[in-house]
């Protein structure tokens, strides 16, 4: 009944009506009361678009490197920067000023921000220094060295693991051999 266009009531009267089925028991039933039907969505769904989407895109074309130093965490509550960004150009719009100038203020408020941040942290890496400690991690590290951070331990193991070094070894050995193999045959 895949063919055919409708709900199952109206396939199973055209069946019944072809003469293609035997008419079911439920047929009658179903026909004094129908099954509620549900408008249908429009095949394409439409976008959806916040008001500071606008804004967040000219973010990112201003500060393209953001995407991945500023690292957008799913499960966290802080919003990413470019949306913050965004919801400060629309509030200053909203107190009468103009977006060239409400741009501004909102890129020099990320800028400080940033700068207040690498500073606070260099501040923590001083005192555990003149402390004698080992240096805090970084509190706003960049999505690019967290990354990095936790390939570090599969790095070090691709050259140090012997397990891996008799692969490597053994991968070697082979390629040697096939490359005397092709060139010893080359000849004749």
Do not use: C
């Not at 920067?81 to 400060?88: D, I, K, L, N, S």
């Not at 501040?123 to 004698?132: F, M, V």
């Not at 691709?158 to 490359?179: S, Y």
């Amino acid at each position: 009944m895949s063919y055919m266009r409708g709900d199952l009531l109206s396939k199973t009267r055209k069946l019944v009506k072809g003469l293609a089925k035997s008419e079911p028991v439920w047929l009658k039933a179903m026909e004094k009361a129908p099954p509620a039907t549900f408008p249908r969505a429009e095949n394409k769904l439409k976008p959806i678009s916040l008001p500071e989407d606008v804004y967040i895109s000219k973010f990112f074309q201003k500060h393209p490197d953001s995407k991945h130093e500023d690292p957008i965490k799913i499960s966290g509550f802080d919003p990413p920067p470019a949306r913050v960004f965004g919801w400060r150009v629309l509030e200053l719009k909203e107190q009468g000023v103009s977006e060239e100038e409400a741009m501004a203020v909102a890129d020099m408020e990320y800028r400080a921000e940033r700068k207040a941040k690498k500073k606070a942290y260099a501040r923590l890496k001083q005192i555990a220094k003149l402390q004698g400690n080992k240096p805090p991690p970084n509190p706003y590290p960049s999505a690019i060295k967290e990354i990095q951070a936790e390939e570090r331990k599969f790095v070090h193991d691709r050259f140090h693991d012997p397990r891996i070094l008799g692969i490597v070894q053994k991968l070697k050995e082979e390629r040697a051999a096939f490359l005397q193999d092709r060139s010893g045959s080359g000849r004749f």
